[in-house]
């Protein structure tokens, strides 16, 4: 990542909640914490958590391949492993397209 380009944080969002809905620090910041872990949770279940107008968290499975370690040039095994992607939807892409 860029040094320059800023980062918008879980204490960011925490704090627009608060000055822009009116809910107290504390309640924004629960209200954060338990989205967050809704979707964690249905992540650790396997489903795929779709955020309309946002963007979809999938998760996928690779199967075991055959990798190349760079330096010897030998073969080395990569095991299946499940993967967490994010796909913006085309709202979202739209909306960041207008904004650059």
């Known amino acids: 990542m860029q040094a320059d380009i800023p ?3 879980r204490a960011d969002i925490t704090d627009m909640l608060y000055h822009e809905v009116g809910l107290s ?3 924004s910041a629960k209200m ?3 989205m967050l ?3 964690t949770d ?3 279940k396997g489903e795929n958590v779709k955020i309309s107008g946002f963007g979809s968290f999938i998760l996928r499975d690779k199967n075991e391949r055959v ?5 010897t040039g030998i073969e080395v095994p990569i095991a299946p492993r499940r993967v967490l992607t994010f ?3 085309q709202l979202m892409r739209q909306r960041i397209i207008k904004g650059a």
């Open 7 to 9: 980062t918008l944080t």
């Open 25 to 27: 620090r504390a309640d």
């Open 32 to 34: 954060i914490e338990q």
């Open 37 to 39: 872990g809704h979707i």
């Open 42 to 44: 249905a992540l650790k």
């Open 67 to 71: 990798g190349r370690n760079p330096k």
């Open 87 to 89: 796909r913006a939807s």
